[in-house]
């Protein structure tokens, strides 16, 4: 299934603008470290932009900025025409109301000892329901996500791992959010699983108008789910476009080994691709030792 051809409602939810982030270094002599270098992304309300990159390339540090998670250097992010950059914790458990996140592993993203239905209610409570009303809300977002009204009174450990990863897309949904961060939320199922989850996401964006941030590293999971497509490099962003444009004629060789990297099931057409990435990582350490000899 493809993300919906109408890329949002063209009302801006989400703008970082030339966003800097910087890890200490090691040591007390030691530079710090750039993670991140003059990002600038936009979400619209209803839109899903996906952001793709090897690891180490920024995707997370980004998610985690925007999120509060991680310290910024320099730049600016708004939410919902408000600047968050710097926003302190108060404001960012309001945000928390319209702000989501979903993490990668499904496994130790639940604690394993409190119930579905106590996992679920505890943003709800935390945001001042009374326990009855949060607790019908845990019902209609298990409805949502296709798990039985039974998960209440279960343990995670007694679901599959697709199984997990919808309780832990319920639990961001429970507050209603208007942004969901959707970090690597699929690479750690298997690919039917992964099929079925990417179709719930897009299901829950048609109903709801909840926006996605969707990281992955993976550029044939981001074009099925996205509108846009952001592609990091090195903590820089070296292309975005129209997830039609840019995984169907990217314009940087960096996209182009991606989308090459991505399997396939024919084994001849599976060596052309690697035989075709390898020219291309040549073509650019030549034309890098070129620049560098000048």
Same mark, same amino acid.
């Given at each position: 299934?493809?993300?919906?051809?109408? %890329?949002?409602?063209?009302?801006?939810?989400?703008? +970082?603008? /030339?966003?800097? +982030?910087?890890?200490?270094?090691?040591?007390?002599? %030691?530079?710090?470290?750039?993670?991140?270098?003059?990002?600038?992304?936009?979400?619209?309300?209803?839109?899903?932009?996906?952001?793709?990159?090897?690891?180490?390339?920024?995707?997370?540090?980004?998610?985690?900025?925007?999120?509060?998670?991680?310290?910024?250097?320099?730049?600016?992010? /708004?939410? =919902?025409?408000?600047?968050?950059?710097?926003?302190?914790?108060?404001?960012?458990?309001?945000?928390?109301?319209?702000?989501?996140?979903?993490?990668? =592993?499904?496994?130790?993203?639940?604690? #394993?000892?409190?119930?579905?239905?106590?996992?679920?209610?505890? #943003?709800?409570?935390? !945001?001042?329901?009374?326990?009855?009303?949060? &607790?019908?809300?845990?019902?209609?977002?298990?409805?949502?996500?296709?798990?039985?009204?039974?998960?209440?009174?279960?343990?995670? &450990?007694?679901?599959?791992?697709?199984?997990?990863?919808? +309780?832990?897309?319920? /639990?961001?949904? *429970?507050?209603?959010?208007?942004?969901?961060?959707? =970090?690597? #939320?699929?690479? %750690?199922?298997?690919?039917?699983?992964?099929?079925?989850?990417?179709?719930?996401?897009?299901?829950?964006?048609?109903?709801?108008?909840?926006?996605?941030?969707?990281?992955?590293?993976?550029?044939? +999971?981001?074009? $099925?789910?996205?509108?846009?497509?952001?592609?990091?490099?090195?903590?820089?962003?070296?292309?975005?476009?129209? @997830?039609?444009?840019?995984?169907?004629?990217?314009? $940087?060789?960096?996209? &182009?080994?991606?989308?090459? @990297?991505? #399997?396939? *099931?024919?084994?001849?057409?599976?060596?052309?691709?690697?035989?075709?990435?390898?020219?291309?990582?040549?073509?650019?350490?030549?034309?890098?030792? @070129?620049? !560098?000899?000048?």
């Amino acid at each position: 299934m493809l993300a919906d051809k109408r %890329a949002g409602t063209g009302e801006r939810l989400l703008g +970082v603008d /030339r966003l800097v +982030v910087d890890y200490p270094g090691k040591g007390s002599r %030691a530079k710090p470290f750039r993670a991140l270098t003059d990002i600038d992304v936009t979400i619209d309300t209803g839109e899903t932009l996906g952001l793709v990159g090897e690891s180490g390339s920024g995707k997370t540090t980004l998610g985690r900025a925007i999120l509060g998670l991680t310290r910024i250097t320099g730049g600016t992010i /708004r939410f =919902d025409g408000v600047d968050i950059t710097r926003a302190d914790r108060r404001t960012r458990r309001a945000l928390s109301r319209d702000l989501q996140v979903v993490f990668q =592993d499904p496994y130790t993203s639940l604690n #394993p000892s409190m119930t579905i239905g106590d996992i679920l209610s505890e #943003p709800l409570t935390v !945001q001042g329901q009374e326990k009855a009303a949060a &607790r019908s809300r845990v019902r209609e977002v298990l409805d949502q996500v296709g798990l039985p009204q039974d998960a209440i009174n279960r343990l995670p &450990r007694e679901f599959s791992g697709g199984q997990r990863q919808r +309780v832990a897309i319920a /639990r961001a949904l *429970a507050v209603r959010p208007k942004l969901i961060v959707c =970090d690597e #939320p699929v690479s %750690a199922l298997d690919l039917s699983t992964q099929a079925k989850v990417l179709d719930l996401l897009l299901e829950i964006r048609r109903e709801t108008g909840v926006a996605y941030l969707f990281i992955s590293h993976d550029l044939d +999971v981001v074009r $099925h789910i996205s509108h846009r497509v952001a592609v990091m490099r090195a903590g820089t962003i070296v292309e975005q476009g129209l @997830a039609a444009t840019v995984t169907g004629s990217p314009s $940087h060789p960096y996209t &182009r080994r991606l989308l090459l @990297a991505s #399997p396939v *099931a024919d084994p001849d057409r599976q060596r052309e691709r690697r035989a075709h990435r390898r020219r291309l990582i040549d073509e650019q350490n030549t034309e890098s030792a @070129a620049v !560098q000899a000048h």
